[in-house]
């Protein structure tokens, strides 16, 4: 049988195992289990189509073999046109299916916690992590996803030191993860008096929300600490101890929050960014034995690697990792991402297919 065919069937017959799943009555009385198997099929639906389609597709090819064998011209014709447009279908078919069949990222659909600090270049360098910042955002807004401050180091020239959001929305993950690494900036700095230019960087780090399932802190591991936020002065001065700075003992990972409403907010705030960067500091240990193999892929996300040079006077950006140059730094910066993200996205699925076909 056609290997292709029998994984297709695999996936098919998942799908019918989990359609009587979500059928038994019984299920309604365990809605983990129900939430479990509804985002299991959803995510195997595509392929499940696509499994109908392609045995539709051969059952259709072989029937216009046999009715090329009629003694009918006007059979034979018809059967002809039929078999060229299906055999060349196919191969398109195909591709698609083994691009579906490649093993999902199981972080692809989850929110993120994006890091964005100021590197190379003093007051330039958080300038320009401002400007990413903003970039984000706008991109954020065009997605239709939501940004949420959990702590922020501002600069006193403009910009940040340190600025960490949650991007909340659909499939968030699956596009921002390969913006991890550091952004390079060349352009003449305000501050530049001769009209040089100037090359800064910031890094960002991009990491999967992930809760307490995934990633389990003992309480007894975390020391919390409160203290007065730092406000805008006047009315808006916090007179109560209302930031949190949360510390994970064993690694030494420290989080912050004073934007939110409450103490109570700022520390769920922290905690979320502390269950992430602890989730990731065991997820780097965990890969580091890979790292030459990491380095070779699109979104390694190794913060010391120039991923993608910013050119201000010359109106370009370049993505290092693809050897893609766009010229329309402008339109970049205020948020029109998706022509950059889609050509990684089709560069990694590209990777991964090769590596599939080898392993095959």
């Known amino acids: 049988m056609n290997t292709l065919l029998e994984r297709l069937e695999t996936v098919e017959k998942r799908y019918d195992e989990l359609t009587q799943i979500l059928m038994d009555p019984s299920i309604a009385n365990d809605v983990s289990k129900m939430t479990a198997a509804s985002k299991e ?3 195997l639906e595509k392929a499940y189509n696509m499994c109908q389609e392609y045995k539709s597709l051969l059952d259709g090819i072989e029937e216009a073999k046999e009715l090329l064998k009629e003694s009918d011209p006007e059979i034979r014709e018809m059967a002809k046109e039929e078999y060229e447009t299906l055999t060349k279908r196919q191969p398109e078919l195909e591709q698609e299916i083994q691009l579906e069949l490649i093993p999902k990222d199981p972080n692809d659909d989850k929110n993120v916690i994006m890091e964005i600090r100021g590197a190379a270049g003093g007051d330039e360098g958080n300038i320009f992590a401002g400007d990413l910042f903003r970039m984000y955002s706008k991109y954020a807004e065009s997605q239709g996803w939501k940004i949420e401050v959990n702590e922020a180091q501002t600069s006193e ?6 600025i960490a959001f949650t991007v909340s929305g659909d499939h968030v993950y699956s596009k921002l993860k390969y913006e991890s690494g550091s952004h390079r900036v060349q352009r003449v700095p305000k501050t530049e008096s001769q009209g040089r230019i100037q090359t800064s960087t910031a890094t960002v780090l991009v990491m999967p929300e992930v809760d307490d399932v995934e990633v389990h802190i003992d309480p007894k591991d975390l020391r919390v600490d409160t203290y007065r936020s730092s406000g805008a002065g006047g009315q808006h001065i916090n007179k109560t101890d209302s930031a949190v700075r949360i510390t994970h003992l064993p690694t030494g990972i420290v989080a912050t929050s004073q934007d939110g409403r ?14 992430a960067r602890v989730y990731q500091y065991f997820q780097d240990q965990q890969t580091s034995a890979l790292e030459t193999e990491r380095k070779s892929k699109v979104g390694s996300g190794d ?27 402008d339109k970049i910066m205020d948020g029109k991402l998706d ?12 990777l991964k297919l090769l590596g599939e076909q080898n392993d095959n």
């Open 41 to 43: 099929q959803a995510s």
């Open 157 to 162: 020239a403009g910009g940040y030191s340190l």
């Open 262 to 275: 409450s103490q109570h907010d700022n520390r769920d705030k922290a905690m979320q960014t502390l269950r």
């Open 303 to 329: 913060r010391s690697e120039k991923i993608r040079t910013y050119n201000y006077p010359q109106n370009r950006v370049t993505d290092h990792r693809i050897g893609l140059t766009i010229q329309q730094l």
């Open 339 to 350: 022509d950059i993200i889609q050509a990684l996205i089709n560069e990694d699925q590209r």
